[in-house]
């Protein structure tokens, strides 16, 4: 018979334990973060100076806002795998029509066109009963032929060097305009994940798509609006990751994007399965990432050593962090 | 002296999942062909009672003994070895399978030759089974395509065909039965217990103190995890289990009948010429204000689609609804929504509630565009702490706060929660399916509480039950339905409630 005190012991150990766990999702990414900070820095001081951390900045805000994009259609509990490919095409868009027309119909009709996509994405979906994997798999494949279709294969230079001046400027406190613009845009996808009714549907959607529908919750049109959200997010990051670079390339969004987007979103934390997590989260994520790779090439680790690490990191993140009480069975 | 070795054995039992003490003490006899009824609230530790007998958790203490030879814990195919098998209430069936792969589900091994399956003979094996027990179902049949009904009965057979397969009589727990049985199909499974416990024994896990009663010699009651009786059941009483149970005396009036509104208001909800091929046609029916309308039928009557129908979940293809005096559209839950019809399903981890959001998050969601200040579309949370704060209180609702996570309360908790949601939307009409299902019988009273305290409020409420002493003890008026079809009416006022015998009577 166990004495009192082991029981006592026992107990305590328990509760701490729990309390780990159950909070281990929130901490992870901030214990990675930390991690990588000072593991990198000791290997290359160069790593924790503010320029480097400008450069990573500069080198994420793209990757932050397609993330961003992805993380609120994983939140339903979808999964988008044509933001790389919409992030090109609006990329090339933009550059066509920016040389003649100028910058805000260059925005305009881009960003129009991943709202679009996101659009026949939804719809798709919903009226088809096609699972999302499916339907943006088919989408990914369509857009990228389409987006080769239009460049024949080459490379299109933006002439209008007004919008590439402004995201590489520095206009506040030394920091890029790029990464001030993501900062700013993912401030208001905060807002809308947790402080408006649009948002909140979102997670009940993901947490609970028959409770929700039975809750007066417009599940289709939410869903649609969620997709058009996310291709309007990766249309935009497309123009700007054109105007940061100057040119628009049919292999932008190659396919490193979309596993590093999923990678961040699910390393910060927000569920697969939908109905936990959000953008806030996604910031963290990206940072990992972010962290990671700058890290690995400050410390000239080579390119392909890199996959694996990320590989890894990804992996050993969800195993860390998944919730197993909700998967009974791991599929 | 020839001492007749019992069935199973549980000596001293403990179990403790980290602080949580599931068993205490449990010292358990249970004799060869003799069927024991298993009685207490939900969390009481009869599920845990069942996984240490079924070999899937390990004792932190103490000895379980299959007839005679002791349970090597912590595996359940050993157990399944020794003859124990457990029928579940959610089912464990895989729906894709046909039935004989599912009644030798994880025996296949008997009937491979070098690794290759005789199904001939797997077939044959799981037709005998089914003919034994005198249930008629293909073995060929796909389970999924299989009403619920006989995919518990195919279930059962899967327990009794370990009695087949290995040279054991089989231990057979049944976890919760009956409760998504219709009458004929519960009476069928008694008739099995009776024949077949010559050749086997049974734990017989329930809610329902009268299927207890009806086929158990002997009768167990748990309360916090321990033991608080064990009698005879000759010797024991509803009012005897109820206090083993709950811990205080059943009260008077168990469905608060002297609480009934006799008095109902105006008409809130008339329906027309409700029609939906092949689930009811022709259904007119009214109810008013501070009335409990309840709805009798089979399983295949027709009264849960109804009731979905109602609610605007289903889509009826003739007929009107009307609330209040206007028209509804049919087939939206929108529709209803507005109309102020608020639905409690049958199903409530399913339909009910969101298990990973927060009590506040569940019971702010039907009513979102409230929360928001003025005319920007932001939430406040002090609204939406206030409205959830007023309902944990108001309904006396055992949780951590506001922040809770619904997965953590107990199904009579969460239940009131799912309630909840709807009141705080100004309800005029409730449809009901089951509120009670699954639910321990302290718990059952509270919702009994607040259905009569509804009922005063002058809401109105359309009850669909499985069970018909409830519906019977709560309901002003019960109409019945047969194959889609209204057969009957009755008034049931409290102090006169008809037997359950004259309600059948216009159900099959």
Redesign the interface.
């Given at each position: 018979m166990a004495s009192a005190a082991t029981v006592q012991d026992s107990t305590i150990k328990w509760m701490i334990a729990d309390w780990a766990k159950r909070n281990l999702r929130s901490f992870y990414p901030v214990i990675v973060i930390f991690a990588l900070l000072v593991f990198f820095t000791a290997r290359n001081p160069n790593f924790a100076t503010l320029n480097n951390m400008v450069n990573i900045g500069q080198q994420s805000s793209i990757l932050l806002l397609v993330s961003l994009a992805g993380t609120f259609i994983i939140l339903i509990g979808s999964i988008d795998l044509s933001v790389g490919a919409v992030l090109t095409l609006a990329g090339v868009i933009a550059g066509l029509i920016i040389n003649e027309y100028g910058i805000a119909p260059a925005l305009a009709v881009a960003t129009a066109t991943g709202v679009l996509v996101g659009l026949i994405n939804g719809s798709t979906m919903i009226v088809l009963k096609v699972p999302s994997f499916l339907v943006t798999l088919g989408t990914m494949s369509i857009l990228t032929g389409i987006t080769n279709m239009i460049c024949n294969g080459s490379s299109i230079i933006l002439l209008n060097y007004t919008l590439t001046d402004f995201v590489n400027a520095r206009v506040i406190l030394g920091i890029p305009n790029i990464v001030v613009v993501t900062l700013l845009i993912a401030f208001v996808l905060i807002l809308l994940s947790y402080r408006t009714v649009l948002g909140r549907h979102f997670y009940a959607i993901g947490g609970g798509e028959k409770v929700a529908a039975s809750s007066g919750v417009r599940v289709t049109r939410v869903k649609i609006i969620a997709f058009m959200l996310s291709g309007g997010l990766s249309a935009l990051a497309g123009v700007l990751l054109a105007a940061q670079v100057g040119a628009a390339t049919p292999v932008a969004g190659s396919s490193n994007m979309l596993l590093d987007s999923i990678a961040a979103i699910v390393m910060g934390g927000t569920a697969l399965s939908g109905g936990i997590g959000g953008p806030h989260r996604t910031i963290l994520g990206v940072l990992v990432i972010a962290l990671l790779s700058n890290g690995m090439d400050v410390t000239e680790v080579n390119s392909f050593t890199q996959q694996v690490v990320k590989g890894l990191v990804i992996i050993l993140a969800v195993a860390s962090t998944i919730d197993r009480r909700k998967y009974q069975f791991i599929k | 002296m020839d001492r007749v070795v019992p069935a199973l054995e549980l000596i001293d039992v403990h179990k403790r999942f980290?602080?949580v003490t599931a068993l205490r003490s449990v010292n358990l006899v249970l004799e060869k062909h003799s069927v024991l009824g298993l009685v207490g609230e939900n969390g009481a530790g009869k599920s845990t009672l069942i996984s240490v007998v079924n070999g899937t958790v390990r004792p932190t203490?103490g000895t379980v003994r299959v007839n005679g030879r002791e349970l090597n814990a912590g595996h359940p195919t050993e157990a399944g070895y020794m003859g124990i098998a457990t029928v579940f209430q959610e089912q464990g069936l895989v729906a894709n399978l046909p039935v004989y792969e599912n009644i030798l589900l994880g025996r296949e091994g008997k009937f491979a030759n070098a690794g290759f399956l005789s199904v001939g003979e797997m077939v044959k094996v799981a037709r005998e089974v089914l003919s034994e027990l005198e249930i008629e179902i293909d073995p060929l049949a796909r389970t999924g395509d299989l009403p619920f009904g006989k995919r518990q009965l195919v279930e059962i057979a899967k327990a009794f065909a370990l009695g087949r397969i290995y040279p054991v009589q089989p231990i057979i727990m049944l976890d919760e039965p009956t409760s998504a049985l219709s009458e004929s199909e519960t009476q069928l499974l008694f008739a099995l217990i009776r024949r077949w416990r010559g050749k086997a024994t049974i734990i017989f896990v329930s809610h329902h103190l009268s299927d207890v009663f009806e086929v158990c010699d002997q009768v167990v009651a748990l309360k916090d995890g321990a033991v608080t009786g064990q009698w005879d059941i000759e010797k024991a009483t509803p009012e005897i289990l109820h206090e083993a149970i709950v811990g205080r005396k059943r009260s008077e009036a168990y469905y608060k009948e002297s609480e009934q509104r006799e008095n109902p208001g105006d008409i809130v909800l008339s329906a027309r010429g409700l029609e939906r091929p092949g689930e009811f046609m022709d259904i007119s029916l009214d109810v008013r204000s501070g009335e409990i309308l309840g709805i009798a039928g089979v399983m295949g009557s027709g009264k849960a689609a109804l009731a979905h129908a109602l609610?605007g979940?289903i889509r009826p293809v003739k007929g009107v609804i009307t609330v209040n005096g206007r028209a509804v559209a049919l087939g939206s839950?929108?529709a209803a929504?507005?109309a102020g019809i608020g639905?409690v399903?049958a199903e409530r981890n399913?339909?009910?509630?969101?298990?990973?959001?927060s009590v506040e998050?569940?019971l702010?969601?039907?009513n979102?565009?409230a929360y928001?200040a003025g005319n920007l579309?932001?939430?406040s949370s002090a609204a939406q702490a206030e409205v959830a704060n007023k309902w944990l209180r108001k309904l006396r609702v055992k949780a951590t706060g506001r922040k809770a996570l619904m997965s953590s309360l107990s199904g009579g908790n969460a239940q009131k929660i799912v309630f909840a949601?709807w009141l705080e939307r100004d309800i005029s009409l409730f449809v009901l399916e089951d509120p009670c299902r699954g639910l321990d019988v302290g718990a059952k009273e509270e919702i009994y509480s607040l259905l009569r305290q509804l009922a005063k409020d002058g809401v109105a409420i359309v009850l669909v039950s499985d069970n018909l002493s409830e519906l019977i003890g709560l309901s002003n008026r019960i109409i019945t339905l047969k194959s889609g079809r209204i057969t009957a009416e009755f008034g049931t006022p409290s102090g006169s409630k008809p037997e359950e015998t004259t309600i059948i009577a216009s159900m099959v």
């Open positions: - | 980290g602080p203490l609610a979940s839950p929108n929504l507005r639905f399903p399913d339909s009910g509630l969101i298990g990973m959001h998050w569940n702010t969601l039907p979102l565009r928001c579309p932001f939430l949601k």
